[in-house]
């Protein structure tokens, strides 16, 4: 059986005790969103759409860094950037050379590492999907991420881009990338936290994206990346309300990631 961890307020992670929220709820602040691993805490900064900062016992993790340097001035620095795929909301070389330190690493999916700049390819692994990789002492597996629907295929063709799972200190984190809901997502089990992507028409609708995540049934998800390029938006609580009609306990952690519009 899973063993639930808690989600904790930025407060109580700062003091000797832990304040366990038996519903999700919004740790404001600059801490971000924590939540207990085995010895300590993941930390959690939505950037926007499809970017965000997780800071883990390891080491600060970056996924999918692009826009404007500046979006990042008050975040820790990389010591791991991880990249799902090629798209311009997803990899920015001009953005991960402001980012990237003497001592950062990057793991990308093939596609992504060759088109990587020399300064930046001498820093980075390549991983496939079914792949696993160690960095800082976290294992890191590439899931497939790829679009399943006629007509969408050539958004994100199967064997292109990464998902991750990784396990931080006992926690496992699942990173769709952009993708529909692939068998190997809806197979994946012991999800502590989840971000899942919803638009259209490059990835899926809300709803798909519920019937997925009701499927491997992580502790938390976050919605993510819902927002297309045209402007639509998938609803966040509309995917909330069809993940808990899906009967799973399945906590959904809302947050901002589009300058001041909670979806």
């Not at 999907?129 to 295929?153: D, K, V, Y």
Request: aromatic share 8%; proline share 6%.
């Amino acid at each position: 059986m899973q063993t639930r961890r808690t989600f904790l307020t930025a407060a109580a992670a700062g003091a000797g005790a832990i304040t366990v929220l038996p519903f999700a709820a919004r740790a404001a602040g600059p801490e971000g969103d924590r939540f207990a691993t085995d010895t300590g805490a993941v930390a959690v900064h939505p950037v926007e759409h499809a970017s965000f900062v997780l800071r883990t016992p390891a080491g600060v993790i970056h996924v999918d860094p692009v826009g404007d340097a500046a979006l990042y001035a008050d975040l820790p620095a990389p010591d791991l950037v991880l990249i799902t795929h090629e798209h311009g909301d997803h990899y920015n070389a001009d953005t991960l050379a402001a980012l990237v330190g003497a001592q950062t690493r990057l793991l990308t999916n093939p596609a992504v590492h060759d088109m990587l700049p020399a300064d930046l390819k001498a820093k980075a692994s390549a991983i496939a999907n079914g792949q696993t990789a160690e960095a800082m002492g976290i294992a890191i597996e590439a899931i497939p991420a790829h679009n399943l629907t006629e007509g969408r295929m050539n958004f994100h063709p199967k064997g292109r881009d990464n998902g991750y799972v990784l396990d931080v200190d006992g926690m496992r984190i699942y990173i769709s990338g952009d993708t529909e809901g692939v068998p190997e997502m809806r197979a994946l089990t012991g999800i502590d936290l989840a971000f899942v992507c919803m638009n259209l028409p490059f990835t899926m609708a809300a709803g798909q994206a519920a019937d997925a995540v009701a499927d491997f049934a992580p502790t938390w998800v976050y919605p993510y990346h819902y927002r297309g390029r045209d402007g639509g938006t998938q609803d966040p609580a509309e995917f909330a309300r069809l993940l808990a009609e899906a009967g799973v306990a399945t906590e959904v952690q809302r947050h901002d990631w589009y300058n001041g519009t909670l979806g």
